[in-house]
């Protein structure tokens, strides 16, 4: 009879399976509402579990963030797929920086833990955020081979700006033109 390969994860149990789902569903409304430092302790009791079993299945606040944002990285993801055929290359990867904002933007606190997890490549968070490098940097040789984007520029800093842009609008909520003003600038600047 064969067995599990070593080395694979057993399936959770329904139990498990429930208490994971009903984890990142009380997560992510608890990111939303009041921002992604909001206390784990508080996620736990929200979901009706201890906060053992959130621990248990996101043993960091950077691994339950992960999970909670994957699906919103998958579609930032489809879209920068669908933009690498754009005729205006620099264009594309500008609204692919503005979508990344828009979706930091949703989350309090989401572009300052991105900044700080971009420091650690242990860390679940940063670990999420290679696909979107790896994106980023096909628009961004796209961009250049147009002639459109100087040399120098790294899709290192152009996130690191997309998330430095998403934390000056958070911190300025009565100013809703903040973001597009700062890309704008981000654009001319590229270009060089």
């Avoid at 828009?102 to 968070?125: E, I, K």
């Avoid at 120098?152 to 998330?163: E, F, H, P, S, Y």
């Amino acid at each position: 009879m064969a067995g599990t390969p070593p080395g694979t994860p057993r399936p959770l149990r329904a139990d498990a399976r429930r208490n994971h789902a009903r984890l990142l569903t009380v997560a992510r409304t608890a990111f939303a509402e009041r921002g992604a430092d909001t206390s784990l302790e508080d996620v736990a009791r929200r979901a009706g579990v201890g906060i053992g079993t959130l621990y248990r299945h996101f043993p960091t606040r950077h691994a339950l963030l992960s999970a909670v944002f994957q699906s919103e990285v998958d579609v930032l993801l489809d879209r920068s797929r669908e933009l690498l055929g754009s005729d205006r290359p620099c264009a594309a990867l500008i609204e692919w920086l503005r979508a990344i904002i828009t979706h930091a933007g949703l989350y309090r606190g989401l572009a300052r833990a991105l900044m700080s997890a971009s420091c650690d490549a242990s860390s679940a968070l940063a670990q999420c955020s290679e696909p979107m490098r790896e994106a980023g940097d096909a628009l961004l040789a796209r961009a250049r081979e147009a002639g459109s984007v100087r040399a120098d520029v790294t899709i290192a800093d152009l996130m690191q700006l997309t998330n430095a842009i998403a934390l000056a609008a958070e911190q300025t909520p009565d100013d809703p033109e903040l973001a597009d003003r700062l890309l704008a600038l981000t654009y001319r600047g590229l270009k060089g």
